[in-house]
Each structure stands twice: as structure tokens, then as C-alpha cells.
């Protein structure tokens, strides 16, 4: 067990840990409310009159707009190629296995600027070899990168905690390639891709650094948060965008987290379970044999 000294010292490095990663998130929502331009500290509360200056941006739906499209086809394509990825690392042998995986999850473990210089010098060479120009296209081949590898972290994970043998079972009922991955492969995994996307949506949605180096003149959300944060008459309502853009976070954050760890494979605990964890394929739909 246990110390009663140990389980304090816990509970206060707990404490400090969550102030050092909230206050300033405190802060930034209470400057949204200031009703000056200057961040005087305590702020003059309250106001929502950035909140309402942030509606008549005009750079600001735009900016929005490109944000999601490019979170959507990253994600996209994430779901695609890290769930191909994940499949092929964990249910074949080959020679590279090993290397491949370390690959696969290298982008995010790799500084961002890293990342976004060497995805700049690429789209410069496709732009001599095939005219390929910065803009939309190339904000998502770029934030797909680190997004596949969220897919390939979480598909991968679920695949190790769910027993081949529910698989084994299901052919050996009857039921064909398709027909196990219908009943019994992605049902154990659709939670896991859920929070992959939600996880993958998040990371591309507020992704600067390596916008910045693959938008040119496409403007996303946080872009314009940079690029107005560095007006002193604009700093008001980024902190007002930024607010909602937080809260927004949230979200798909929190069930990307409830999905990937809410949510066990089920295990064999005796006589026929096997058979009883194994779905019924509909006899209309089973194989021959």
C-alpha cells in the first residue's frame, strides 16, 4: 500500500501539473470578456462585443471553412492508409515489420518545423516536375502525414487486445473473408476508428506549423489567428476566436478518448464462449460448407 506521505505528494504534483496546463486556458477566456484592447491584468469584465466583431471578419468564414475541409481529407485519408497500415503490420510477417512500424509513427515524433520544411522542399520539387502549387490539396497531403499515424496508433492497439480467435471461429463457421470483417473484425474496431478520426480531425483542424509551410496563399483558421495575434487591435477578438475555437476542441477530444479507452475486446471466460462471442451470419449470407 501506499503511503499516507506518498498518495499527498501525488494528489499535489496532480494539482500543479492541471494549474500549469490550465491557467493560462483561464486566462485566454477571461481577456475574451475584456472589455479593453490592452491586456491589463485584472481584465475590465465583462463584454461580448469581440465575439460579435469576430461574426464580421471577412477573412474569418473562410479561414473556417478551409480549416474543416482540410481536417475532413486528412482525416480521410488516415482512416484509409493507417487502418491498411495497422492491418498489415499486425496480421502478416514480413521482413521490415518492425522497421515499418517505427516509420509509420516517426512524423509525429519528429519536430513539426522538421516535418513541415521537408514537406515544403517536396511540393517545391512536384512543382517543377508537374506544376503541383501550393493551396488546399497540399494542406492535406500535408496534416496526413502525423494524422495516420493517430490512425495507425489506435487501429493497431485494438487489433493486439481483440483474440484472433474470434476470427478463427468465424471461418471456421462458414463465414468468408468479407463476411468475418463485417461480423467480427469491425465491430472490435469501430470504436477505435472513431476516435482515430476524432483524434486525427482535432490534430489537423489547429495544425500551424506545417500550414504555414504548405498553404501559401490559403488562409485556414489558425493562420489567421497568427496572422492577427500580431495586431495589437485585433488581439481582443483572437482571443474571443480562440475561446470558441477551444471549447470547440473539446469535443471531439473527449470522445476520442471515452471511445479508445471505454471500451474493452471482449475475452473468452469459459465452455462456449468462443461460440458466443462469434457473431450468427445470416444463412442467406454464409459461405459454402
Request: proline share 6%; charged share 10%; with cysteine.
Amino acid at each position: 500500500m501506499e503511503s499516507r506521505l506518498a498518495s499527498a505528494l501525488i494528489r499535489i504534483g496532480t494539482g500543479f501539473t492541471l494549474l500549469f496546463l490550465y491557467i493560462p486556458l483561464v486566462i485566454l477566456a477571461l481577456y475574451a470578456f475584456n472589455k479593453g484592447i490592452t491586456h491589463a491584468w485584472p481584465p475590465d469584465l465583462w463584454t461580448t462585443k469581440w465575439f460579435s466583431a469576430a461574426l464580421h471578419d471577412p477573412d474569418l468564414p473562410g479561414a473556417l471553412r478551409n480549416s474543416v475541409l482540410a481536417a475532413i481529407g486528412a482525416t480521410t485519408i488516415a482512416l484509409l492508409l493507417g487502418s491498411l497500415a495497422a492491418f498489415a503490420v499486425h496480421r502478416f510477417s514480413f521482413f521490415g515489420r518492425d522497421t515499418i512500424s517505427f516509420v509509420l509513427v516517426l512524423p509525429i515524433a519528429l519536430p513539426g518545423i522538421v516535418t513541415a520544411i521537408a514537406l515544403a522542399s517536396s511540393i517545391n520539387y512536384a512543382n517543377i516536375a508537374f506544376g503541383l502549387t501550393l493551396g488546399l490539396f497540399t494542406i492535406i497531403v500535408g496534416h496526413a502525414t502525423f494524422c495516420i499515424v493517430v490512425v495507425f496508433n489506435n487501429v493497431i492497439a485494438r487489433l493486439r487486445r481483440t483474440p484472433t480467435s474470434f476470427v478463427e471461429a468465424s471461418m471456421d463457421l462458414g463465414a468468408d473473408g468479407w463476411q468475418t470483417f463485417r461480423y467480427v473484425t469491425f465491430p472490435a474496431l469501430k470504436t477505435a476508428l472513431v476516435a482515430g478520426a476524432l483524434l486525427a480531425f482535432g490534430l489537423s483542424f489547429d495544425e500551424i506549423v506545417v500550414t504555414n509551410f504548405t498553404a501559401g496563399a490559403t488562409l485556414t483558421l489558425p493562420l489567421w489567428i497568427f496572422n492577427n495575434i500580431r495586431l495589437p487591435k485585433q488581439q481582443p477578438i483572437v482571443n474571443a476566436v480562440a475561446l470558441v475555437l477551444m471549447l470547440l476542441s473539446i469535443i471531439p477530444v473527449y470522445f476520442a478518448q471515452r471511445l479508445a479507452g471505454g471500451v474493452q475486446a471482449a475475452q473468452p471466460t469459459g465452455e462456449g464462449s468462443a461460440a458466443a462471442a462469434t457473431p450468427v451470419v445470416p444463412l442467406e449470407e454464409a459461405g459454402p460448407g
